[in-house]
RNA sequence: UGGGGUGUAGCCAAGUGGUAAGGCAACGGGUUUUGAUCCCGUGAUUCGCAGGUUCGAUCCCUGCCACCCCAGCCA
């Protein structure tokens, strides 16, 4: 712990609850996901609070599955979730447990809250149970079924339990006040039958406790002292401690809530992730546009730099929305130290060097990392027929571009200065190849000469000796800052969401990068390969560099008309 | 128009009675064979607004305003 650092609210409720002497100075924390979707940049600051919290005070966390909706929960999505947190970089030990593994304890509870006169079981429908609710500004109406007799609500109760009744046939109902102005002190509800199969528990259990009970359960039955969950539970904490109030459990959590992390340009809701699957927006959870943690790794993003934002934008009670920037800067510092460089070119146009020798091939050394010479360098090819970046090239420029251009002179790096003497195009008009000569004195590092200085140095390939890639270039989901605030989320979809550049090249090194490991494409950005073998060489590109010159070329541009 | 929350720079975020930390972004400058990295420098007479208490208020009090959450047998 760094005392110096300024400390959340959280750690610092906390530090107090250990000064009153609470839980004995134990320190318990949990993480308690939905198996119903993949783990998304907003579960990546709850499973960071949790984790950490625990670890700063010496205490452990729990990670926890609550399962209590079979309908819409599944082992897939157990098995991702537990691969997410670990790849973030968490242990939890034998602390594995599912709210599922509680379900007998949880049985009982709602027997003995039942013989306290302190549930019921409702006949109603859900419909009449909805209207008798009353609204925000209209107290609710008690059920007729709500005096029903300790026994004969026993009997009901062990009767759903046992599968004489249909779905919806019954429920039971925690009996606190229906005039409450927290509507979830409205008799909320503690069972409902629901003839599903679980992942787990098979067929053993035809009736599931709801999220309030069993998750208040779990909690103080695996000893979890700080319960840390988002704004949105805020007022069912009345609830949480009214069922520690009336069981007697050895265990009192307290519920601190936080607020949710949203991110600019995307949305953080397994609903919206889903819907953008279901309706093929988007390829699966990991596709790498997603916010998902797995679409992050497969994208290139390490678990460091994800653990670094987290613990950047903070823990606070107020709603926020981070720029998407402040994610991508953390990747670009963390890749920035450790990424080696590496050349792809891709969209590439040809450029002949007329007095290099055809047929022959200079070996350059090029270092794996600029600040880094104890990574080392390997040899790149040089000929006479090289590609280079479109981009790199402008006929006719603005002020400013420092690239090539005819009779403009640029740096190859790790190579030689080269001239544009010619534009070369085919009967289309189109650009053949640009006939370029160069400086043969101005070999990198070779002497005095080499020294001279142009404005602009450009990356280039060998035309003979590059190998051919894909490179799938990925931009924000969305062009607009928040889209979960329009129904039509297909609107506000960025159509530029994901380039294909399919006649990219890359240098023969990176034939057999090891899959995962990020590197740098030199002036182009941060990249890994694809997972997906069957597309041949694949390469994601995580994020770009800083770009400057894309920023003045958008001002220069703005400044003209 | 019930209840629960939140409002400090473009985005985050400390500070919580003694005169506004830090990060990201932005802007200016230096280094540079990545227009990258790196380095240096620049921002709030002011803390949602209005009153009040006080020698002194972002911090205490009162009122107001804005925004978020709650009427699943979802979590």
């Not at 003839?195 to 035809?206: E, I, V, Y």
């Not at 949203?262 to 953008?276: E, H, M, Q, Y």
């Not at 004195?441 to 990356?459: E, F, N, Y």
Request: include cysteine.
């Amino acid at each position: 712990m760094e005392a110096n650092k300024p400390r959340d609210f959280i750690r610092q409720a906390i530090d107090a609850d250990l000064a009153a002497g609470a839980n004995q100075g134990r320190v318990v924390t949990r993480f308690p996901p939905e198996p119903n979707g993949y783990l998304h940049i907003g579960h990546a600051k709850s499973v960071c609070l949790n984790f950490t919290v625990a670890a700063d005070f010496d205490g452990h966390c729990f990670l926890r599955f609550d399962d209590t909706n079979p309908d819409k929960e599944d082992s897939r999505f157990v098995d991702a979730i537990k691969e997410d947190v670990h790849w973030l970089g968490f242990d939890w030990g034998d602390r594995l447990t599912h709210a599922s593994d509680y379900f007998e304890s949880l049985f009982e509870s709602a027997v003995t809250l039942i013989e306290a006169g302190k549930a019921y079981v409702d006949s109603l429908t859900a419909e009449e149970i909805r209207t008798h609710r009353g609204t925000l500004t209209e107290p609710g109406k008690n059920s007729p079924y709500r005096n029903r007799s300790v026994e004969e609500n026993l009997d009901l109760f062990r009767r759903m339990a046992a599968g004489e009744f249909e779905d919806g046939a019954h429920v039971l109902r925690a009996k606190i006040d229906m005039a409450s102005p927290n509507m979830n002190l409205r008799d909320p509800a503690l069972y409902r039958i629901r003839k599903s199969r679980h992942q787990r528990t098979q067929d053993r259990w035809c009736i599931y406790p709801m999220y309030d009970f069993a998750h208040t359960l779990s909690d103080a039955l695996e000893g979890t002292t700080h319960s840390l969950c988002t704004l949105e539970f805020e007022d069912h904490r009345p609830l949480y401690e009214w069922f520690l109030d009336q069981l007697p459990m050895a265990n009192r959590p307290r519920q601190i809530e936080f607020s949710r992390l949203n991110l600019a340009f995307t949305v953080t809701s397994k609903r919206l992730l889903k819907r953008l699957i279901d309706e093929g927006h988007v390829q699966g959870w990991d596709d790498p546009r997603m916010p998902t943690l797995a679409a992050l790794r497969r994208r290139g993003y390490t678990p460091e730099s994800i653990v670094d934002f987290c613990a950047r934008v903070g823990v606070t009670k107020k709603d926020t929305t981070i720029e998407l920037g402040a994610l991508e800067n953390c990747l670009r510092e963390d890749l920035n130290e450790r990424a080696e460089r590496r050349v792809a070119v891709l969209d590439p146009i040809k450029v002949v060097i007329e007095n290099f020798p055809d047929g022959e091939t200079e070996w350059l050394p090029a270092a794996n990392h600029p600040n880094r010479p104890e990574l080392g360098e390997r040899d790149l090819p040089f000929s006479r027929e090289l590609w280079i970046e479109r981009d790199d090239f402008m006929e006719d420029p603005p002020r400013k571009f420092f690239r090539l251009k005819p009779g403009g002179e640029v740096r190859l790096r790790y190579a030689y200065i080269i001239k544009c003497e010619e534009v070369v195009k085919d009967a289309a008009g189109k650009i053949s190849y640009l006939r370029c000569s160069m400086d043969v004195d101005t070999r990198s590092g070779s002497g005095p000469a080499a020294m001279r200085k142009v404005k602009g140095t450009i990356h280039w390939l060998s035309a003979a000796h590059a190998k051919p890639a894909e490179v799938h270039l990925y931009d924000r989901l969305f062009k607009v800052p928040n889209p979960a605030a329009g129904d039509d989320l297909a609107a506000d979809l960025n159509p530029d969401s994901l380039v294909v550049r399919s006649n990219a090249f890359v240098e023969a090194a990176l034939a057999d990068l090891t899959p995962g490991v990020p590197v740098q494409f030199e002036r182009l950005g941060y990249f890994v390969t694809d997972p997906d073998v069957t597309a041949g060489l694949r390469f994601n590109r995580a994020v770009t560099l800083r770009d400057t010159w894309a920023k003045l070329e958008r001002q220069l541009l703005q400044s003209e008309t």
